[in-house]
Every structure is written in structure tokens, then in C-alpha cells.
């Protein structure tokens, strides 16, 4: 299908999402990519990943620009020729990509009950604590969404997930929260926003200044 939804998060800050329902040749005829795109096209292994990497760039191409303006510096952060900032994530059935004129984080994720035998690896469980199974679910895929959405934005190896990125408690009503990353000495602010889309939790952060 083509795109499945755009969700305007500020005046400067759209989230694009495609639902992925194609098969592998009709999202390949479909797509531009460049020769370095093309090659880890072809070096993937699993089919829903080369989907997932296809329905990206279709989304760009829906915004009228392209894999040819996508780019990647020397840590694998991806950006965007010109002024706009770029976050990119998928999963299973959804691609979805962040466009905004501030540095922003994207991360997608599927609602399942396993995220719950981890999360006492990534984040603080009393979270967790007097809500239903469901809810339980759908916080901690939020919190989780959190901390990689920060490690995007600032995109330094020997983050902890546990150890140095905090969230504020909230409840899933509030559909935003608020999170600090503490490393070398130094305190960050971030704004979260999230939401469900299906049986997927998206979760958007931004640096506070």
C-alpha cells in the first residue's frame, strides 16, 4: 500500500509511515536507490528487512526527495541533504521516518509480551508497578522506545540504556514524557511523544535546549 499516515508532531516536525504489504518485487520496481543502497539491498539475508529498507526510501521519494539524498556519517547516523533532520526506524510491518528542522530520535516497535522478561535490563521495572499485563506491555515498549530514540539523536558508543538515560514516571494517557541523559558529567533534557499505531508503539524524542 502507499503511505499509511502522516502525523504532524509540531510546526516543524512530520512523522511519515508506511504500512508494508508488498511484496519484495513490486517495492523493487518502485524504488531508486543508489549503488552503495543497492548493494546492502542485495546483502541482506532476510526478505522483511529488504522490504522494510525498500518502504523507507519509498517514503522519501513520497516527500520528494530520495535515496540518492540520504547519507550516513562515520558512526552509521543516517542525514538528509539540506537543513531538515532525519530519524529512521522499522518493525515487522511498519517503516517509518522523522522529518524536522530540530535533532530528533524515531524508534517503531511492536507490542509483544516478551519485551517484559528484559526490561529489568534496559529501564526502572517499579514503573511497572499496579498496572495489567497490557499496560505493562505498552509502557515498557514506550521506555524502551525512549532510550533508543535518545541514542539516536546522540548517536555516542557506551551509552547504558540502564545507567545513563532516565525517564520521568508517566502513564500512557499523558502520550508524552520527559527523560535525561547523564554521561560524562554532563545532563541532557529531552521531551518524549508517543503513541499506537495497530499493534505498534512509535516514541519521538527531542533535545531540549
Not at 21 to 28: P, S
Not at 65 to 70: E, I, K, N, T, V
Not at 173 to 200: H, R, S
Request: proline residues 1%.
Amino acid at each position: 500500500m502507499p503511505l499509511y499516515k502522516v502525523i504532524i508532531l509540531s510546526n516543524n516536525t512530520k512523522l511519515y509511515l508506511w504500512k508494508i504489504t508488498e511484496d519484495f518485487n513490486t517495492l523493487y520496481k518502485e524504488v531508486k536507490l543508489n549503488a552503495t543502497s543497492l548493494s546492502r539491498l542485495e546483502n541482506m539475508k532476510s526478505e522483511s528487512h529488504q522490504k522494510a529498507f525498500m518502504a523507507v526510501r519509498m517514503l522519501l521519494q513520497h516527500i520528494k526527495h530520495s535515496d540518492f539524498d540520504l547519507y550516513y556519517d562515520d558512526k552509521g547516523k543516517p542525514h538528509l541533504k539540506g537543513e531538515k533532520h532525519i530519524s529512521i526506524s522499522h518493525s515487522n510491518g511498519f517503516s517509518a521516518i522523522l522529518i524536522s528542522d530540530e535533532s530528533i530520535g524515531l524508534d517503531i516497535e511492536q507490542l509483544k509480551e516478551k519485551i517484559l522478561k528484559i526490561a529489568s535490563r534496559f529501564m526502572n521495572v517499579h514503573h511497572l508497578e499496579n498496572l495489567s499485563t497490557e499496560d505493562k506491555v505498552k509502557k515498557a515498549t514506550v521506555i524502551w522506545g525512549i532510550k533508543e530514540s535518545i541514542f539516536k539523536i546522540k548517536n555516542e558508543t557506551g551509552i547504558s540504556f540502564p545507567n545513563d538515560i532516565f525517564e520521568e514516571d508517566f502513564s500512557w494517557e499523558d502520550k508524552k514524557a520527559t527523560a535525561t541523559l547523564k554521561l560524562n558529567n554532563k545532563e541532557e533534557n529531552f521531551q518524549i511523544l508517543f503513541d499506537a499505531i495497530e499493534d505498534y508503539i512509535f516514541v519521538c524524542a527531542f533535545e531540549k535546549k
